[in-house]
């Protein structure tokens, strides 16, 4: 683990605007900077940056947060991944904390095979653009296939010479252990003798998300019969093939930008489409697609367009991988190349424009594809037109959203001729199978039947308790450490009359005191989670620490708080006031309501928690009605007399 005191260092020196500004072309506006979104594509500008509180927030998209949400969210970087960038890019030395031996153990295999795989790489292309074998038959190779020299850089090709241990040899002699270099597989050991698992082939580096070595792809350009055309690097403590995808390291920005993924078969086909233009592409390598690589998508976009070759036949046997798809949740379309071409190809033969409009154009909805393909083997034959229906209805039941399966059970039936009604019952049947078989497995009780009701418009209600929680966490972070004269009001019996009536008194505090001794004495909880987690958050800071800063509390909390801090505070700096006071124009400015902003939300909260035990107890007594008494009826009179003068002092209606 990463030391506490290198992650404070790292916060204390990183400049927010600095990094962001290496991704986002920043302009100055007022205290803050504005620029273009880099997570939707638009044309104003809506992502606000705030040197002051370090702080990021994304209008379009409603992400924000601190310096490592951003490297999180845009370069997909883990915590750790995200606080060694940063310390790499200002020179700070990262210590790590004492871990087990076991720990110890286990991290340093990952980083041993981590480093040879980084080597290996270095080597590979080394070999490639600096040995007279290299130019000659791979650099050759590689611009004979349409490469530019800085396509070829940007995806690290290189080349592992046609001799038995070149690189093992090289590796050794560097200082690099025989053992880690049989781990990652690029060495192969047999007894005392050792040789090179890619010798005279052209090598792909497999890069993880964040750009580290996993493995490596390798392709012959012999004419040899007995090995195969394509090899992998085998499994490994860190390569493990069907969590990997070739390209995602390269594609990551532009599929989340672009909210669509299209997945091609070979690594040749995923350069081919980057160095036309389109960077959203990556490749499954030649295996079949799993549920984890879907997965690795689904954390960029939930669109995937899965792209085939015009081959028939092998058309047909993709269509495995389309049901993973859907089974995780996904959008689907499929988008097929005319006979006798691939995406390489195709791509290499059309410009950008001429690429984008073919696959625009093209790209259809899995059940118009499945049945378009299907059809031609079931066309005059009703036992197999029968077959495939049945095929596409088995495909939407693997669909999780309801929704999603009643427009695809419909379009279905437009589009294979059969009505809505079969086509619901067939589902029902096979959602009721499958939950009888995973019945059988469990002892989870069966869900209700498939039942396609009509959809009634549902209003939107407005949570009240949300609003009024939010608020408060907003005045905590706004004005938290503000001095205030409050009027505070002292419930009292007039002596005259016996009722109770709510007497003035001014106090002076600082705002979180104020907010805190009135939720206390009411015993007010929040219901909303990250609220709470906040609000506790955000007591202690200002109660241990008479100069909080608001960074380092973003800095401090978990990532979901620190977003909805970003969220709170960005909103309020993004409608603040601009440039007025030149124009002689001086409005009344958001720090003079302070107090009674936070005495009229704290007494409206008192009254909506008033009414919410109102109705409580009466439900309770609805249920129950024998079990109504005086004690009840007084309970309700009191709350009923209490929101009744708060009423009065908010000068409101009851």
């Given at each position: 683990?990463?030391?506490?005191?290198?992650?404070?260092?790292?916060?204390?020196?990183?400049?927010?605007?600095?990094?962001?500004?290496?991704?986002?072309?920043?302009?100055?506006?007022?205290?803050s900077?504005?620029?273009?979104?880099?997570?939707?594509?638009?044309?104003?500008?809506?992502?606000?940056?705030?040197?002051?509180?370090?702080?990021?927030?994304?209008?379009?998209?409603?992400?924000?947060?601190n310096?490592?949400a951003?490297?999180?969210?845009?370069?997909?970087?883990?915590?750790?991944?995200?606080?060694?960038?940063?310390?790499?890019?200002?020179?700070?030395?990262?210590?790590?904390?004492?871990?087990?031996?076991?720990?110890?153990?286990?991290?340093?295999?990952?980083?041993?095979?981590?480093l040879?795989?980084?080597?290996?790489s270095?080597?590979?292309?080394?070999?490639?653009?600096?040995?007279?074998?290299?130019k000659?038959?791979?650099?050759?190779?590689?611009?004979?296939r349409?490469f530019?020299?800085?396509?070829?850089?940007?995806?690290?090709l290189?080349?592992?010479?046609?001799?038995?241990?070149?690189?093992?040899?090289?590796?050794l002699?560097?200082?690099?252990?025989?053992?880690?270099?049989?781990?990652?597989?690029?060495t192969?050991?047999?007894?005392?003798k050792?040789?090179d698992?890619?010798?005279g082939?052209?090598?792909?580096?497999?890069?993880s998300m964040s750009?580290?070595?996993?493995g490596?792809?390798?392709?012959i350009?012999?004419?040899?019969k007995?090995?195969?055309?394509?090899?992998?690097?085998?499994?490994?403590?860190?390569?493990?093939?069907?969590?990997?995808?070739?390209?995602?390291?390269?594609?990551?920005?532009?599929?989340?930008?672009?909210d669509?993924?299209?997945?091609?078969?070979?690594?040749?086909?995923?350069?081919?489409?980057?160095?036309?233009?389109i960077?959203?592409t990556?490749?499954?390598?030649?295996?079949?697609?799993?549920?984890?690589?879907?997965?690795?998508?689904?954390?960029?976009?939930?669109?995937?367009?899965?792209?085939?070759?015009?081959?028939?036949?092998g058309?047909?046997?993709?269509?495995r991988?389309?049901?993973?798809?859907?089974?995780?949740?996904m959008?689907?379309?499929?988008?097929?190349?005319?006979?006798?071409?691939?995406?390489?190809?195709?791509?290499?033969?059309?410009?950008?424009?001429?690429?984008?409009?073919?696959?625009?154009?093209?790209?259809?909805?899995?059940?118009?594809?499945?049945?378009?393909?299907?059809?031609?083997?079931?066309?005059?034959?009703?036992?197999?037109?029968?077959?495939?229906?049945?095929?596409?209805?088995?495909?939407?039941?693997?669909?999780?959203d309801?929704?999603?399966?009643?427009?695809y059970?419909?379009?279905c039936?437009?589009?294979?001729d059969?009505s809505?009604?079969?086509?619901?019952?067939?589902?029902?049947?096979?959602?009721?199978?499958?939950?009888?078989?995973?019945?059988?497995?469990?002892?989870?009780?069966?869900?209700?039947?498939?039942?396609?009701?009509?959809?009634?418009?549902?209003?939107?209600?407005?949570?009240?308790?949300?609003?009024?929680?939010?608020k408060?966490?907003?005045?905590?972070?706004?004005?938290?450490?503000?001095i205030?004269?409050?009027?505070?009001?002292?419930?009292?019996?007039?002596?005259d009359?016996?009722?109770?009536?709510?007497?003035?008194?001014?106090?002076?505090?600082?705002?979180?005191?104020?907010i805190?001794l009135?939720?206390?004495?009411?015993?007010?909880?929040?219901?909303?989670n990250i609220?709470?987690?906040?609000?506790?958050?955000?007591?202690e800071?200002?109660?241990?620490?008479?100069?909080?800063?608001?960074?380092?509390l973003?800095?401090?909390?978990?990532?979901?708080?620190?977003?909805?801090?970003?969220?709170?505070?960005?909103?309020?700096?993004?409608?603040?006031?601009?440039?007025?006071v030149?124009?002689?124009?001086?409005?009344?400015?958001?720090?003079?309501g302070?107090?009674?902003?936070?005495?009229?939300?704290?007494?409206?909260l008192?009254?909506?928690?008033?009414?919410?035990?109102?109705?409580?107890?009466?439900?309770?007594?609805?249920?129950?009605?024998?079990?109504?008494?005086?004690?009840?009826?007084?309970?309700?009179k009191?709350?009923?007399?209490?929101?009744?003068?708060?009423?009065?002092?908010?000068?409101?209606?009851?």
């Open positions: 683990m990463i030391s506490k005191s290198t992650i404070d260092q790292v916060y204390d020196t990183v400049r927010l605007e600095e990094v962001i500004g290496d991704f986002v072309q920043l302009k100055k506006s007022g205290s900077f504005k620029g273009l979104s880099p997570f939707s594509d638009e044309r104003s500008p809506s992502f606000m940056v705030s040197p002051v509180k370090q702080i990021w927030k994304d209008f379009s998209t409603g992400k924000g947060g310096v490592v951003f490297l999180m969210e845009h370069e997909h970087f883990t915590y750790p991944e995200a606080i060694k960038y940063l310390a790499n890019k200002y020179g700070i030395e990262v210590e790590e904390t004492e871990q087990s031996n076991e720990q110890k153990e286990a991290q340093s295999l990952k980083e041993s095979l981590y040879v795989s980084e080597y290996a270095k080597y590979f292309q080394e070999t490639m653009h600096n040995t007279n074998p290299g000659a038959i791979a650099l050759s190779y590689f611009k004979e349409g530019t020299l800085e396509t070829i850089k940007k995806f690290d290189g080349y592992c010479l046609d001799d038995w241990s070149a690189f093992t040899d090289t590796a002699k560097k200082g690099y252990k025989l053992e880690f270099l049989e781990g990652t597989g690029i192969i050991v047999k007894g005392e050792q040789f698992r890619f010798k082939r052209v090598m792909f580096p497999i890069q750009g580290r070595v996993l490596f792809g390798g392709r350009l012999t004419n040899d007995k090995a195969a055309k394509y090899l992998n690097s085998p499994e490994s403590d860190i390569y493990h093939k069907s969590k990997v995808l070739y390209g995602i390291f390269h594609a990551k920005q532009a599929i989340a930008k672009e669509n993924c299209f997945i091609v078969e070979g690594y040749t086909d995923v350069i081919q489409f980057h160095q036309t233009g960077t959203n990556v490749s499954s390598s030649g295996t079949a697609l799993t549920s984890d690589q879907i997965r690795l998508i689904s954390r960029l976009t939930k669109n995937i367009t899965v792209l085939f070759d015009g081959d028939a036949a058309l047909r046997a993709s269509l991988g389309i049901d993973i798809i859907l089974e995780q949740g959008n689907v379309k499929i988008c097929a190349f005319p006979e006798g071409e691939d995406p390489d190809s195709f791509a290499k033969a059309n410009t950008e424009s001429e690429l984008r409009e073919y696959l625009e154009s093209h790209s259809q909805d899995f059940i118009q594809f499945k049945a378009s393909v299907l059809f031609e083997d079931s066309k005059n034959d009703p036992i197999k037109k029968a077959e495939t229906v049945r095929d596409i209805i088995n495909s939407i039941a693997l669909i999780p309801q929704i999603k399966k009643e427009i059970i419909k379009e039936a437009r589009i294979m059969v809505e009604g079969v086509l619901f019952s067939t589902l029902a049947q096979i959602t009721n199978k499958v939950q009888k078989d995973a019945d059988k497995k469990s002892s989870v009780p069966q869900n209700q039947p498939f039942e396609v009701v009509k959809n009634k418009p549902v209003p939107r209600k407005i949570d009240v308790q949300y609003v009024l929680e939010q408060i966490i907003s005045m905590l972070l706004l004005y938290g450490n503000q205030q004269d409050f009027e505070d009001l002292i419930l009292k019996e007039n002596e009359t016996g009722n109770l009536e709510l007497e003035p008194v001014i106090q002076q505090a600082k705002v979180f005191e104020k805190f009135d939720l206390q004495e009411d015993e007010m909880a929040f219901t909303n609220f709470k987690d906040l609000y506790y958050a955000i007591i800071a200002l109660n241990q620490n008479p100069d909080f800063k608001l960074e380092q973003i800095n401090a909390v978990p990532p979901e708080l620190a977003m909805e801090m970003s969220s709170i505070l960005m909103d309020d700096e993004r409608y603040s006031l601009s440039d007025w030149r124009k002689e124009i001086i409005p009344k400015t958001k720090n003079d302070v107090a009674q902003l936070v005495s009229e939300t704290i007494l409206t008192r009254c909506f928690l008033i009414d919410k035990q109102v109705t409580e107890i009466k439900e309770k007594t609805l249920q129950n009605p024998g079990e109504v008494n005086r004690e009840i009826l007084e309970e309700v009191d709350y009923s007399g209490l929101k009744m003068l708060l009423s009065r002092k908010l000068n409101r209606p009851i």
